[in-house]
Structure formats: structure tokens, C-alpha cells
């Protein structure tokens, strides 16, 4: 489904039940702004606190029940062209052959509060797609890792005395902590097994999914901090859409604070469908 902005907006700060209607659970008010006397001129660590003390309000069911929404608005927009892939890889002759001509979504795996997103990983493996997680390794370095089935999934972990420094995106209350052989599964997203492919993996995606805390008009997007995926994107292929992915309260209309290395999105995707900020017609 191709939705309107402004269709979005009228449904900003709406809770959504197990069947995406209603309060939440938790009695928080429907129509309750998490970002109320926000500006630009907000640091955007008050965003995050904002977006994410919402998010807390969320139940597994409600994720799980938003993530299948999503899937299959993702789905109906690929199947309508709605999502005008771009061609991957260019100016790196092979790559698509080595991708064995199959369409390469590069995606993420979700954790906490977030919109799950194993039912949109599902649905592209089911396609036929070739899909790209992030690898995060110790968390400074952009790596990808080829998610061939679900059940490569598992949790990840960390070596004695690591820890995850800022820049993996990590919020910094996750209290990971520094023990040998310590699973950091809920502090971190599952990684598959095998390789860790280099940062210009991704060149060869047509398609970048990436998660966001809020989107404004412009497609400006509010991460978690460290500019992962800033620094990701630069080896997208410029012709190559990129999604972000957020509760539908969470499209803000006015702007966010951003700075000079920020990535726009092209879109955002929510359970209601896709909301474009510009088109690649």
C-alpha cells in the first residue's frame, strides 16, 4: 500500500493492539505525543529518550502483530512496483553474478522494542531474495552477513572482556556486560553463521531497509547514535531505495535535528504501508 504522508500523520501517536487498532494495554492515551515540545534545536539524545520511553510501552504481541503488518505492506509494495529497486552493484562488474541474479535486500534484525522483523526477513527468503544483516563483530566495524535461512539466527557472543563502544548503535542503557562468553542476544540483534562480508557489500543491494526512532517529512531519520548505518549507506548504489522503519507515530512532521554526515531515507515503512519523501521515478 502506497500511503499518503499526511494519511500518516492522522494516525501519529495512535497505540496499536495485537490487531493494530486501539489503546495500549497500558492504558497510555491514544493520542498521547511522545514528542511533545520536541524541535530541531533538540538534542537528538532527547528524541531518543522520548522514542524510546514510548516504545517501552509495547507489548511482544504488539510487535509481533506490527511486524506481519508490515511484511505484507512490504510485500503488496513490491508486488505493485510501488518500490522501484535499484539495479545493485554498480560499477562493480560480477557482483550481481556473484549475488547468482537474484534480488539482494539489505535488512536488519530486530531487538527490544522495536517493529519485529523476522516476519519481513521470512517473507523475502520466501521470494527468493538474497538478504544482508548487519555483523557487527565488536561493533565499530560495518560488516554484513548473508542470511540464507532463518534458523541461521542465534545469538551472539561476546569475547572475555569485550565490550560494545557507541558507534555499534547499542543503546547505552543496555548494560551489556563485560564477561567471558557473555550471550548478548537481548542487548544486541541475532547475527547469522558464516562469513562476515566487507562494508561494500552493500553495493550490491537494490534495496536498504534500515531501523529508525523517528522520521520527519524530508526523510530525515533518527538513529540510535554512532552513525552506523550513516557510514553503512555510503556504499549503497545510488539508485537504490532506502526504508526506514518505524511505529507510525513516530513520523513526525516538523523537522529533526540532523547533521552533515546524516542519510536521508527515501521512504518509511510502517504496518499501514509505504510513505515516500521522494520518489526515483
Not at 25 to 39: E, I, N, Y
Not at 169 to 191: C, H, K, L, W
Amino acid at each position: 500500500m502506497d500511503v499518503d504522508w499526511d494519511d500518516g500523520l492522522a494516525g501519529r501517536g495512535a497505540a496499536m493492539t495485537a490487531d493494530g487498532t486501539g489503546a495500549m494495554a497500558d492504558g497510555t492515551d491514544a493520542m498521547t505525543d511522545p514528542f511533545a515540545g520536541l524541535s530541531a534545536a533538540s538534542p537528538k539524545e532527547t528524541w531518543r529518550h522520548a522514542a524510546l520511553a514510548r516504545r517501552r510501552g509495547t507489548s511482544a504481541d504488539q510487535r509481533r502483530a506490527a511486524g506481519e503488518a508490515m511484511a505484507r505492506a512490504l510485500a503488496e509494495a513490491l508486488d505493485s512496483g510501488t518500490i522501484a529497486l535499484g539495479s545493485g552493484a554498480a560499477g562493480l562488474p560480477g557482483a550481481r553474478a556473484l549475488a547468482g541474479g537474484r534480488p539482494t535486500a539489505a535488512a536488519y534484525v530486530s531487538m527490544g522494542t522495536e517493529v519485529e522483523t523476522r516476519p519481513m526477513l521470512r517473507m523475502l527468503l520466501s521470494r527468493g531474495w538474497r538478504v544482508l544483516v548487519p555483523a557487527l563483530g565488536r561493533g565499530r566495524d560495518v560488516g554484513w552477513a548473508e542470511l540464507t535461512r532463518m534458523a541461521a539466527l542465534a545469538d551472539v557472543t561476546m569475547p572475555a572482556g569485550a565490550g560494545v563502544p557507541a558507534s555499534a548503535g547499542i543503546p547505552a542503557d543496555a548494560g551489556i556486560p563485560a564477561g567471558a562468553g557473555t550471550p548478548v542476544s537481548r542487548r544486541r540483534p541475532q547475527e547469522p553463521d558464516g562469513p562476515t562480508l566487507p562494508a561494500e557489500a552493500l553495493a550490491a543491494a537494490g534495496l536498504a531497509v534500515v531501523p529508525a526512532l523517528a522520521v520527519d517529512r524530508e526523510g530525515n531519520r533518527l538513529g540510535r547514535g554512532g552513525g552506523w548505518y550513516d557510514r553503512a549507506l555510503t556504499h549503497l548504489d545510488a539508485a537504490a531505495p532506502t526504508v526506514a522503519v518505524c511505529w507510525p507515530w513516530e513520523l513526525v512532521p516538523g523537522p529533526l535535528p540532523r547533521e552533515p554526515h546524516d542519510r536521508p531515507a527515501d521512504a518509511a515503512l510502517t504496518m499501514a504501508g509505504v510513505r515516500w519523501f521522494r520518489r526515483r521515478d
